[in-house]
């Protein structure tokens, strides 16, 4: 769908609960690929959003998931995120680190190395044609746009980007933060 800046995305959250099947968050853009970072405050902050406008507090034990992709298969993340919701409207899926996807999938699987990658090809799978009725969240510290994981979710959702901020952007942040608490 396009690419927004994690701000930007954050003060829309509540005007638009779900613009995207498939929400990618990965570090903003830099001068030079390899210097781009990532700011996880930000993210964080933007994931609650989401989760709050988008789960009734009294369904979030029926209705939302979260996974960490080092520790789950790729299958039963997928096997939630297919799952009709019960009793919620939409069902909301978190996979954190989702940066371990950020490899092409190999032609076959022989180490274990390929059989990581592979598992990549069953997200690709429903990145593909996602359920109407999830949000899938993904939070990747690391990405390389180059690859399918990413173009697919380009192409699917919405990529938040999450770059780290300045010195006087962080200052003019704190400022604006404390004075919504009238601080």
Same mark, same amino acid.
């Given at each position: 769908v396009k690419t927004v800046d994690v701000r930007e995305f954050i003060s829309t959250i509540r005007r638009q609960p779900a613009p995207a099947p498939v929400i990618l968050f990965c570090p903003g853009k830099a001068p030079r690929a390899r210097d781009a970072t990532f700011e996880p405050f930000l993210a964080e902050r933007a994931i609650d959003g989401l989760v709050a406008a988008n789960v009734d507090p009294s369904l979030r034990d029926l209705a939302y998931s979260v996974f960490y992709a080092d520790e789950a298969k790729t299958g039963d993340i997928v096997l939630d995120a297919r799952t009709?919701?019960?009793l919620a409207e939409r069902r909301v899926v978190l996979v954190r680190g989702a940066e371990r996807y950020n490899s092409d999938p190999p032609k076959r699987a022989n180490s274990e190395r390929d059989k990581s990658e592979a598992s990549t090809s069953v997200l690709l799978n429903y990145l593909n044609s996602p359920s109407d009725q999830t949000l899938l969240i993904l939070v990747a510290s690391q990405i390389d746009k180059r690859l399918k994981f990413y173009? /697919?979710?380009?192409?699917?959702g919405l990529v938040v980007e999450c770059p780290l901020?300045?010195?006087?952007? /962080?200052?003019?942040?704190?400022?604006a933060e404390a004075k919504k608490k009238d601080k």
């Open positions: 009709v919701p019960f173009k /697919a979710c380009e192409k699917t901020l300045s010195p006087g952007e /962080a200052i003019q942040w704190a400022i």
